[in-house]
């Protein structure tokens, strides 16, 4: 207790700071006053009596030292000297403070934006109550529809049917949710509106999603199971995002009716703020509907297929069960559910039933697909900034080494006149925390700025529609982060020198401080260059490798033509299109687009070259066996329009393309690619032969009538060789023979209509668009890019890399090249009576300065050497997280040693030819 | 010291302390009197002492000293506490080999 009262006391003791002190002068005076009456009054003369007064009273100023001591909290005291001091002190050097915080800042900021980047796209949680209880069924995620009973390695989507049994089957799960996997465009329109119908992302959602998720309406209600139901009305939910944007948080939207692929909905409720779905992706949803409406919106394929499996489970389980348990029952009811199929399995599926199973993990970030695509490029920025941050530390390291050399002669003067060696050293460290601060601040204002960019680069926003949800605030754990690095960077090269410096006796210093003997005071200083030299070459060196992976791929023969080529998308089930009514479709397209000035050719395709999308099929070719369940027999496939093959500029190299001849009621064909006929013909001559799929049950469906050069169409592999690929007719449906069904009705949809412009004519969008309106005006285009622009787009991330690498590859050269110009000039410096002495002995200035190179150099090799295996290291992570990338390029290595070797040259000879420079007398006279 | 001076002469200014203290201790103790004023700080900052100027014999501007009701209570429990460990030094001082066997 009374210690507590006496701190409060030593706290406020501050403010009465001048009046304690005159209350103490009185009384030390009164005392000793009365002490000289009394030895006044014992008979000492005068000057005596005061003089024992004293004597016996004490050394004075010790005592009022120690009075002070007690009176305040010395502590915060001297914290507070040390403060204004360090900030006087870094006032009186501004080349210095700027220097070191502009470094910092610029390090700290491109780390701490980096580190946002990776924790928000790594460990961004869903906006739903506890994401902690979530579980998601599926560790990899698939999309967006798959067939039959098998899965390689894990079940990981999953049909209705399949849903129903788990949900009603396994109690550990309060709630058990599904949704679409993928997520479709809906074109919608607001009832009684006159405007035509825009596209929006939407999703479908059981039931009880929301209510698994947690989460409540804003406004109106959210689905509830009722609606999931067969014949119940059907309603939607929109996002908060597009009733704020698009109808000004209109309250008269809930409740109001809305026809979304021109079938009528209501909307009943707005999603809270901040919602986003259950995926973190770059577009997120606007619209939700029940499972249950899928068929009545119509889309790829028929939910209540049992074997079509296109829904992602997620599940919140009961407080207390163990998730592990669950997991394991789940692997039993699949086993069961599959067993219940068995008559309708194929021989493939029943092969492989022993080894489907399936494997709950954490789901409170939701479905990872976002996670999983950018992995890696993610994990390559973080080792690239921690690079960075190194060598700026170590940039910083160097500055401070240098600031404390210079002070040495200050520190040993301070140390002789009685200062404590703690003081100091503590001095030290004020001055260096307070740089490390205001450093870690600018580079807060850096990583905020340096996020959006990066965000904005590589998530480019598409007008009208959501943006990808993270913000470009740096988080809180990442703040603490950044902070954390530069308290300690501070700390650790402000502590060094100075403790250094008190270590030495102090006449030592006084007397030769230009003259020091100490070469070992340069150790840390030429290390610190070498490791930055280094790190600055390996840096180099992967952006070069990087450029130029990114460089084969984008200059690649890719098969199709991308000038004078401009892809228009449209989604004509957003018009309500039925199948039966495609074809004329697209006939009176390609007539209204083939009319507008300048166009030369108009074909449609279901999906454009790296457009992102990819049918697949597997191939059973006639005469050859049924392939078993572990072949691969894999093709991706499109449908086209008669003209497709012109239009997109592929070589048709034997046979034909798709004519007007290849009708509805003509015989099935299909156009192949060279590596398909390589793959399944072999050397033998494919025209003429046919092949079917194997889900057809027939291998005698498509006839080949042609074959086309490899073309580039799916976006990943972008370095191995392209895969088989065949080509099928609009008009013709894959009605298979045994039962009449038709395989793929909406394949029939197609998506990409590529239009080709003469030579020297230019096309505006408006043209295009009106256009199309005489065709159909609530068919809606839903974008219109250059194909140019569309492969561009496939390179966006890699590109994006590449250039970040390049810029903190040259951002550590340009550090580097800064730390050896000052490690060089201070040599210069210190040995300036020495290249006095040799001059005076007839050296020439080339001698003089090839001296002093030889010394920066002996660094810059040191750096070289111990950069170069780091480089091979760097290299070969490289390349065994993207594709494309020769590790061991040897132009790109060598090119960035002579990059390295030439900035360095300049480096140093300039600090070197400044010191050759000097007439010799000067020299000798320096001290 | 200064507690028990205080309690038993009341009020006293920085330098009557001083004097008492040697007086009392018969000369025996030849501390500087400077470090008095640290102390009496130190008191006072613990609320054992309460201070005001007042005047003194010869009627000069004197910063007095007084013993708080917390002052009191503390002196005698460190009186208290000295006593316990004078007592308990004694009994080992009284001790003989044959107590012990």
């Known amino acids: 207790m009374r210690l507590l009262r006496r701190f409060v006391k030593r706290l406020g003791s501050w403010a009465t700071r001048s009046r304690d002190e005159e209350r103490l002068n009185a009384e030390i005076e009164e005392h000793l006053a009365q002490e000289t009456d009394r030895n006044l009054r014992a008979g000492l003369p005068p000057a005596e009596a005061r003089r024992r007064a004293v004597l016996n009273f004490g050394p004075v100023e010790a005592m009022k030292e120690d009075y002070r001591a007690q009176r305040g909290l010395p502590f915060i005291e001297t914290l507070v000297q040390d403060t204004r001091y360090a900030v006087r002190r870094l006032r009186n050097a501004p080349a210095f403070t700027a220097a070191v915080v502009l470094t910092l800042a610029l390090g700290i900021g491109a780390t701490t934006s980096i580190f946002s980047l990776v924790h928000a796209v790594l460990f961004k949680s869903l906006a739903v109550a506890n994401p902690a209880e979530l579980y998601r069924v599926g560790k990899a995620a698939r999309c967006c529809y798959w067939g039959g009973y098998s899965q390689e390695d894990e079940f990981s989507i999953f049909s209705y049917d399949l849903y129903k049994h788990f949900r009603d089957n396994t109690p550990g799960f309060a709630e058990l949710a599904a949704f679409q996997a993928g997520g479709g465009l809906f074109g919608v329109r607001r009832a009684g509106a006159a405007e035509a119908a825009q596209g929006y992302p939407g999703e479908f959602v059981s039931g009880n999603y929301f209510a698994m998720f947690g989460v409540h309406a804003y406004a109106g209600r959210l689905l509830a199971p009722g609606d999931d139901q067969p014949g119940a009305p059907p309603v939607a939910v929109m996002s908060y995002r597009l009733w704020q944007q698009r109808y000004g948080s209109d309250p008269s939207v809930v409740g109001a009716l809305f026809s979304l692929d021109n079938e009528p909905f209501t909307v009943v409720g707005i999603t809270p703020p901040g919602f986003f779905g259950d995926k973190l992706r770059s577009i997120p949803p606007d619209f939700f509907l029940s499972l249950n409406t899928e068929p009545v919106v119509g889309s790829a394929a028929d939910p209540n297929d049992v074997d079509t499996h296109w829904l992602d489970l997620i599940g919140r389980i009961r407080p207390g069960a163990d998730a592990k348990a669950i997991e394991a029952d789940m692997r039993v009811e699949l086993k069961q559910w599959l067993r219940s199929h068995w008559a309708d399995m194929s021989a493939n599926d029943r092969t492989k039933f022993p080894e489907q199973t399936l494997f709950l993990g954490p789901g409170g970030a939701g479905i990872t697909a976002m996670r999983d695509e950018y992995q890696h490029w993610l994990e390559i920025l973080m080792l690239v900034s921690s690079f960075v941050l190194l060598i700026v530390c170590a940039n910083v390291a160097n500055l401070m080494l240098v600031r404390g050399m210079e002070r040495r002669q200050q520190t040993s003067l301070s140390m002789a006149l009685g200062a404590q060696a703690s003081r100091l050293v503590r001095q030290a460290l004020t001055e260096s925390i307070m740089l490390s601060l205001a450093g870690g601040a600018a580079g807060l204002a850096i990583a905020y700025a340096g996020t959006r960019l990066i965000l904005r680069f590589a998530f480019p926003h598409v007008a009208g529609m959501g943006g990808v949800p993270i913000s470009a605030a740096p988080s809180m754990p990442v703040l603490l982060f950044t902070f954390g690095v530069s308290t300690l960077a501070g700390i650790a090269f402000g502590i060094a020198p100075a403790w250094s410096a008190t270590r030495v006796d102090p006449i030592e210093a006084l007397r030769g401080a230009s003259r020091s003997t100490a070469r070992t005071g340069t150790l840390p200083r030429r290390a610190l260059v070498v490791l930055q030299a280094a790190l600055s070459l390996v840096l180099l060196a992967a952006s070069g490798l990087l450029t130029a992976a990114l460089h084969n791929l984008e200059s690649q023969k890719f098969g199709f033509s991308q000038d004078r080529r401009t892809i228009a998308r449209i989604d004509p089930s957003l018009a309500g299109y039925q199948p039966d009514q495609l074809t004329t479709l697209y006939g009176r397209i390609r007539g209204s687009l083939s009319s507008v000035p300048g166009v030369s050719d108009v074909a449609v395709a279901q999906y454009s070259p790296l457009n992102g999308n990819n049918w697949g099929a597997g191939v059973w070719v006639d005469g050859q066996p049924l392939p078993g369940p572990h072949e691969d027999n894999w093709a991706s496939w499109d449908r086209v329009t008669v003209g497709y093959f012109d239009a997109i500029g592929t070589r048709i190299i034997e046979g034909r393309g798709i004519t007007e001849q290849d009708r509805a009621d003509s015989q099935l064909i299909a156009v192949i690619n060279q590596a398909f006929a390589r793959k399944y013909f072999k050397q033998a001559d494919p025209v003429g032969k046919y092949f079917g799929r194997t889900e057809m049950q027939s291998s005698r469906v498509y006839r080949i009538v042609g074959v086309t050069e490899d073309a580039r169409y799916l976006e990943s592999a972008l370095d191995k060789p392209v895969g088989p690929f065949f080509f099928l007719s609009e008009p013709q449906h894959d009605i298979v023979p045994s039962t009449g069904k038709d395989t793929d009705p909406g394949s029939h949809f197609l998506q990409d209509i590529v239009i080709v412009t003469r030579p020297g004519a230019r096309l505006t969008s408006d043209q295009l668009r009106r256009a199309m309106a005489s065709v159909d005006p609530n068919l809606p285009i839903i974008s219109i890019q250059t194909l140019a622009e569309q492969v561009d787009g496939q390179f966006r991330q890699q590109r994006l890399i590449a250039q970040l690498t390049s810029f903190f590859g040259i951002l550590s050269m340009v550090l580097a090249s800064i730390g050896l110009y000052g490690v060089t000039a201070y040599n210069a410096g210190r040995r300036t009576s020495e290249i006095g002495v040799r001059m005076a002995l007839g050296a020439t200035r080339a001698q003089v300065s090839a001296l002093l190179l030889r010394g920066a150099f002996a660094l810059v090799a040191a750096g070289l050497l111990v950069g170069l295996p780091l480089t091979l290291a760097a290299g070969r992570f490289l390349g065994s997280q993207l594709y494309g990338l020769n590790p061991y390029d040897p132009a790109v290595i060598v090119a960035a040693v002579v990059t390295l070797g030439f900035s360095s040259l300049i480096a140093s000879l300039i600090p070197a030819i400044r010191a050759s420079l000097v007439s010799p007398s000067e020299a000798l006279r320096a001290e | ?101």
Do not use: C
């Open chain 2, 1 to 101: 010291m200064v507690l028990k001076t205080l309690d038993v002469l009341g009020p006293l200014h920085g330098y009557g302390i001083a004097r008492r203290i040697e007086q009392i201790s018969g000369d025996l103790l030849a501390v500087n009197q400077g470090t008095l004023y640290p102390v009496l700080l130190k008191l006072e900052q613990e609320g054992s002492i309460a201070s005001e100027w007042g005047a003194s014999e010869n009627n000069r501007k004197a910063r007095f000293y007084r013993l708080t009701r917390a002052g009191r209570r503390q002196l005698q429990a460190e009186t208290h506490d000295w006593e316990q460990t004078a007592a308990i030094i004694e009994r080992f001082f009284a001790v003989k080999a044959e107590d012990l066997k």
